[in-house]
C-alpha cells in the first residue's frame, strides 16, 4: 500500500515553526504542537538558516542542573546515614511488642530490654540497606573505608546470630 502524500507545508506552519523555534522549544515539541514531523521542522527552519544548536547559555543551565543534582543526592546519601544510624540504635533500646488476639480480639503488649532476634535482624537488614544505598548515591573516596563499614556491619551481625541464635 502506497504511503499517502504528505500535506504541503502551509505558510501558517512556517509562521509557527519559526515563532516556537525563537522561543526555544525543541523541534520534537515543535512537531508535536503544529502536528507535523521532526523532519519537515528541521526542514523549515534550516531554510531560514536556523539550526537547534545549543549555545552557551543551555550549557550553562544544564551544567547548574547537574551541580544542584550532585548536592541533593550527596544530601540523600548524609540522610540516609543519617537513618541507619538512628535505626542502628533501636538494636539495643527496650522495644514494645504487642499483639491482638483470642476470640475477644484483644490487645496485648509487653516491654522487653532488647527487640527480638528477629527484629533485631529487621533493624539490620534494613541498616545496611541505607549504608548501602547511601554509598552508592555517594561513593567513599578511600575504597578501604567501604570494607571497613562491611565488615563492622557483618561483624555484628554475626555476633547477634552467635549471641541469640539464628531464630
Known amino acids: 500500500m ?3 502524500k504528505p500535506r504541503p507545508v502551509t505558510e501558517a506552519d512556517r509562521t509557527e515553526i519559526l515563532r516556537r523555534h525563537g522561543a526555544g522549544e525543541s523541534r520534537n515539541a515543535i512537531a508535536r504542537a503544529v502536528g507535523r514531523s521532526g523532519e519537515t521542522v528541521s526542514k523549515v527552519v534550516a531554510a531560514k538558516g536556523l539550526t537547534f544548536e545549543r549555545g552557551p547559555e543551555v ?3 544544564t551544567e547548574a542542573k547537574l551541580t544542584d543534582l550532585a548536592a541533593r543526592r550527596a544530601k540523600l546519601a548524609l ?3 543519617s537513618d541507619a544510624e538512628r535505626l542502628r540504635e533501636q538494636l539495643w533500646k527496650p522495644a514494645k511488642v504487642y499483639a491482638f488476639g483470642g476470640k475477644e480480639n484483644t490487645y496485648e503488649q509487653v516491654i522487653h530490654p532488647e527487640p527480638p532476634f528477629s527484629d533485631k535482624r529487621a533493624i ?3 541498616v545496611a540497606t541505607a549504608v548501602d544505598r547511601s554509598l552508592k548515591l555517594e ?3 578511600d575504597e578501604n573505608g567501604a570494607d571497613a563499614v562491611g565488615s563492622l556491619l557483618g561483624g555484628l551481625l554475626d555476633r547477634l546470630r552467635a549471641d541469640h541464635g539464628d531464630g
Open 139 to 141: 561513593p567513599v573516596k
Open 59 to 61: 550549557a550553562a543551565a
Open 124 to 126: 539490620m537488614s534494613t
Open 79 to 81: 540522610d540516609l546515614q
Open 2 to 4: 502506497p504511503r499517502p
